[in-house]
């Protein structure tokens, strides 16, 4: 898996971008809003990637901070919604709006988006609401509390269903718990 790339930007388009890193020119597929942060050409690049290799497809999307390839890599999840669809959705809506759209179930905005007609649109909000509606729940509480969010960080890097480490979490934590307490308490719980 092809985690990060960084290098010198030789190319960009708002649908691509191709970054030298050492004697290698890579071609990555980027969202209009990832076109809009590049910096001007000859210039070092960082893009966070994601590779998807298939019988008839070998491609690697580009993202300029991780928060938008977590979002894609979401999209890719719902049914009939492949990378091209979820780069075009990016595209058309900013992340941080996608995320309050599909938490607020707005379909007319996001059927809005070309590409995404009524019934894709239902598809989406229907299948990520649950990841965002809670997500924007446990920002304010997990966001503001480091060992919170070191912990959910932490869980979810040994396995667990994010969904089921956030409530364990809003279970278990005290605002003074220590890193060490809180991971405790909160395998305990999982392990039940």
Do not use: W
């Not at 890719?76 to 990016?90: C, E, Q, R, T, Y």
């Amino acid at each position: 898996m092809i985690y990060r790339v960084k290098g010198v930007l030789l190319e960009k388009t708002p649908g691509k971008a191709v970054v030298e890193t050492g004697n290698i020119a890579v071609e990555c597929a980027i969202s209009v809003n990832t076109f809009s942060k590049l910096p001007n050409i000859g210039e070092e690049v960082s893009l966070y990637t994601h590779l998807i290799v298939k019988e008839e497809l070998v491609a690697l999307y580009g993202f300029k901070n991780v928060e938008e390839k977590k979002v894609f890599l979401l999209l890719n999840k719902v049914s009939k919604v492949g990378p091209k669809l979820a780069l075009s959705i990016l595209s058309g809506i900013d992340f941080n709006e996608l995320k309050e759209v599909i938490a607020s179930k707005n379909i007319l905005k996001l059927s809005s988006i070309p590409g995404i007609g009524k019934k894709t649109a239902e598809r989406i909000i229907l299948e990520l609401k649950d990841s965002f509606e809670m997500e924007k729940t446990v920002d304010s509480q997990i966001h503001d509390n480091n060992a919170l969010e070191d912990v959910l960080s932490a869980l979810v890097n040994l396995g667990y269903k994010k969904a089921d480490c956030i409530n364990i979490i809003k279970k278990v934590g005290k605002p003074d718990s220590s890193f060490e307490e809180l991971l405790k308490n909160s395998l305990k719980e999982l392990a039940k």
